[in-house]
C-alpha cells in the first residue's frame, strides 16, 4: 500500500500539505502517523498519510486474490459512506461465499480486517457483503422479530430464537426496544448465544 510522508513545522501545516499536494479533501486520507522531531534549532512533525483510494485498490486486490485462491471469479463493487468501506461480492458462487448463516462472509471480512490492521494503524469499518445478502437478512430478522413478539405478546410464553452472532442480535434487540409488551435478552455462550424474547 502506498504511503506518503509529510514534514512540516507542525501538524497543522503538515496536513495543509498533504492535502494540497494529493489534490484531496481531508475525508479523502488517513494520518497514519505523527513523529514529532526534535533538533537543536527547530522542531518539525512528520506525518505518513495513506489515501482511502489506496486502501480501497488494496482491499479489493486482496480479496481478490483470496478468491482466486478458492478459484471463485467475481465482480467487486465498492461504495464509501462517511468513514465506512462497503464491498459487495457478485459471483456464480455465492452459496459457498455466504455459508451458513453468512459464517464464510464474516470470516473473509475477519481476514481482510487484520491484514489492514498490520498497516493501517487507523480503524477501518469494512463491510463485506456477498450480493446484498446482509440487507435480506436484516429485512428477515426484521419479519422474524415482529412476528415472534406478536406471538410472545399474545400467548405470554417466553420464545427462544436460533444463536445469532453479535450483530445480529443487536438487530433484533433495536426492533423490539421500545416495544410495549415484549422485552428481549440473550443468553448462552459465544459461539450459541441467542435472543430470548420474553412477554412484559
Request: hydrophobic content about 35%; overall charge positive.
Given at each position: 500500500?502506498?504511503?506518503?510522508?509529510?514534514?512540516?513545522?507542525?501538524?497543522?501545516?503538515?496536513?495543509?500539505?498533504?492535502?494540497?499536494?494529493?489534490?484531496?479533501?481531508?475525508?479523502?486520507?488517513i494520518i497514519n502517523d505523527i513523529t514529532e522531531k526534535?533538533?537543536?534549532?527547530?522542531?518539525?512533525?512528520?506525518?505518513?498519510?495513506?489515501?482511502?483510494?489506496?486502501?480501497?485498490?488494496?482491499?479489493?486486490?486482496?480479496?481478490?486474490?483470496?478468491?482466486?485462491?478458492?478459484?471463485?471469479?467475481?465482480?467487486?463493487?465498492?461504495?464509501?459512506?462517511?468513514?465506512?468501506?462497503?464491498?459487495?461480492?457478485?459471483?456464480?458462487?455465492?452459496?459457498?461465499?455466504?455459508?451458513?448463516?453468512?459464517?464464510?462472509?464474516?470470516?473473509?471480512?475477519?481476514?481482510?480486517?487484520?491484514?489492514?490492521?498490520?498497516?493501517?494503524?487507523?480503524?477501518?469499518?469494512?463491510?463485506?457483503?456477498?450480493?446484498?445478502?446482509?440487507?435480506?437478512?436484516?429485512?428477515?430478522?426484521?419479519?422474524?422479530?415482529?412476528?415472534?413478539?406478536?406471538?410472545?405478546?399474545?400467548?405470554?410464553?417466553?420464545?427462544?430464537?436460533?444463536?445469532?452472532?453479535?450483530?445480529?442480535?443487536?438487530?433484533?434487540?433495536?426492533i423490539l426496544n421500545d416495544n410495549k409488551y415484549v422485552?428481549?435478552?440473550?443468553?448462552?455462550?459465544?459461539?450459541?448465544?441467542?435472543?430470548?424474547?420474553?412477554?412484559?
Open positions: 500500500m502506498k504511503k506518503y510522508i509529510y514534514e512540516e513545522k507542525n501538524l497543522e501545516l503538515a496536513k495543509e500539505k498533504a492535502l494540497y499536494e494529493l489534490g484531496l479533501s481531508s475525508d479523502k486520507i526534535n533538533g537543536l534549532l527547530k522542531k518539525t512533525v512528520s506525518i505518513e498519510v495513506i489515501t482511502i483510494q489506496d486502501v480501497i485498490s488494496y482491499i479489493k486486490s486482496t480479496l481478490l486474490e483470496i478468491l482466486d485462491l478458492m478459484n471463485i471469479k467475481a465482480n467487486l463493487e465498492t461504495k464509501v459512506r462517511e468513514n465506512r468501506i462497503e464491498i459487495k461480492i457478485f459471483s456464480d458462487n455465492n452459496a459457498i461465499l455466504i455459508g451458513k448463516n453468512g459464517k464464510n462472509m464474516q470470516a473473509l471480512q475477519t481476514i481482510i480486517r487484520q491484514i489492514l490492521k498490520k498497516d493501517i494503524k487507523e480503524k477501518i469499518h469494512l463491510i463485506i457483503d456477498v450480493e446484498n445478502y446482509k440487507e435480506k437478512r436484516i429485512r428477515n430478522l426484521e419479519i422474524l422479530a415482529k412476528k415472534t413478539a406478536r406471538e410472545v405478546a399474545k400467548t405470554k410464553v417466553e420464545t427462544k430464537l436460533d444463536s445469532m452472532n453479535s450483530y445480529e442480535r443487536r438487530i433484533i434487540h433495536n422485552y428481549t435478552e440473550s443468553m448462552g455462550e459465544e459461539p450459541n448465544r441467542y435472543v430470548v424474547i420474553k412477554p412484559r
